[in-house]
């Protein structure tokens, strides 16, 4: 049982209890994601449980980190499945995310997970997931240009304009001001 007040990006272990589906459970660490102004004025702080079953690494809430901060295994952080819960319920103090790269990840995974992100490329480019041959067809018509979102992606998604699957493109508009 916890007494003093948790700090953003510590990491604890929790008990979240017998859950269903996809919901994490059972005795975990978690990771402290709430500010430190609200851990420091409330009985409760906010968490996102952490696994050793490394899946999906390519969405932006799931942040790797490794067998470090006081883990024993390889570990990943699952930021789409926050939970408030009383500080004085946090079980044992694993360690703290200290590394700036990570944090940073953090941070980014925190703000696209619950929609504070701007996706929208600047300068008239967006966003979209193409197969390769929708993006042969953005190609051939020469008015735009086209990368790779994410180079290091691992898994495809269904692509927009015909459901095979693709990989994440910023698709930018050769005449577009900039």
């Known amino acids: 049982m916890m007494t003093q007040k948790v700090k953003q990006f510590q990491i604890y272990l929790y008990d979240f209890g017998e859950t269903t589906g996809s919901v994490q459970s059972g005795v975990r660490p978690v990771l402290i994601t709430q500010d430190n102004g609200f851990n420091e004025n ?9 696994t050793t079953a490394i899946k999906k690494e ?3 809430s799931h942040i790797f980190l490794g067998e470090e901060f006081g883990l024993s295994k390889p570990s990943m952080v699952m930021l789409e499945q926050p939970r408030t819960v009383n500080q004085c319920e946090l079980g044992k103090y694993i360690g703290l995310v200290d590394d700036r790269r990570i944090i940073k990840q953090l941070r980014r995974g925190l703000k696209q997970t619950h929609g504070l992100w701007d996706y929208s490329p600047k300068n008239g480019a967006f966003v979209r997931c193409l197969c390769s041959r929708c993006v042969d067809a953005y190609r051939n018509t ?19 304009r015909c459901n095979s699957l693709g990989w994440d493109y910023v698709v930018i508009e050769k005449n577009s001001k900039r």
């Open 42 to 50: 409330s009985p409760t702080t906010i968490v996102a449980p952490i």
């Open 58 to 60: 390519w969405l932006p």
């Open 142 to 160: 020469g008015s735009y240009m086209v990368r790779r979102l994410d180079p290091f992606q691992k898994a495809k998604d269904t692509c927009d």
